[in-house]
């Protein structure tokens, strides 16, 4: 089975850095999704980590230690459209599990 | 149209009724997903296809029945629902189903059963 753990929610102002941290536990790991959602729409593909490290994509950055069973994902320069929820969704085999989601708020 | 389509949006079905939800994919994936979404709780996977044959039933009750016609489409047919089923369904395509891959979501149908 998959336990998932990511924090409920966080909150940020505008310009500022915020790194969302997921442990996971899993058999037959592959690899590593992060997901943006925002209220009523459907997931987004952010990022995926096969092998341990840093991986960065201009403001996001998603970072994998698979022997510790921790990602975290980390936003720079929030802007307000950042405002959303993120998935932490570690895959195995075909199947792809999700946290419950981080709900991050940006303030002005 | 492109990426990943479902219809209806929304839905609102009595507990008698028999409904079926479609989803469409124009991204020559061969894997397709349902997944559920209650509020507060995680993306919940549902069932699996590959290649237009099922590999996976994640403990689903039998009230909802997923079929395949080719690996374009998706369909998941709803009958005798009961009002803890009203959630948000979502359908996902993925390039293969070995978990490498990244999913591409739908919009999803919102359900409401009464």
């Known amino acids: 089975g998959q336990n998932i753990d990511q924090p409920t929610e966080m909150t940020a102002t505008e310009g500022a850095i915020v790194q969302i941290n997921c442990t996971y536990q899993t058999s037959g790991f592959n690899g590593l999704f992060w997901y943006q959602q925002h209220a009523g729409e459907a997931p987004t593909f952010l990022s995926y980590n096969v092998l341990d490290g840093l991986e960065e994509k201009g403001r996001f950055s998603s970072f994998l230690s698979r022997s510790k069973g921790y990602s975290y994902l980390l936003l720079k320069e929030l802007q307000m459209k950042d405002s959303a929820s993120y998935l932490c969704a570690p895959s195995n085999d075909y199947k792809l599990s999700f946290g419950a989601g981080t709900t991050v708020t940006v303030r002005a | 149209e492109t990426g990943v389509t479902q219809t209806p949006r929304h839905l609102v079905m009595g507990m008698t009724n028999k409904k079926s939800l479609k989803c469409e994919q124009h991204l020559g994936h061969n894997a397709m997903y349902w997944y559920k979404q209650s509020a507060k709780k995680p993306l919940e996977l549902m069932f699996v296809?590959?290649?237009?044959?099922?590999?996976e039933n994640n403990s689903v009750p039998s009230r909802f029945s997923p079929e395949c016609p080719n690996s374009s489409h998706l369909f998941l047919h709803l009958h005798t629902l009961q009002p803890e089923d009203s959630a948000l369904y979502l359908c996902?395509?993925?390039?293969?189903?070995?978990?490498?891959?990244?999913?591409?979501f739908g919009q999803g149908t919102r359900l409401t059963v009464v």
């Open positions: 996902a395509s993925s390039q293969g189903a070995d978990g490498g891959t990244e999913a591409f």
């Open positions: 296809y590959s290649l237009e044959e099922r590999v």
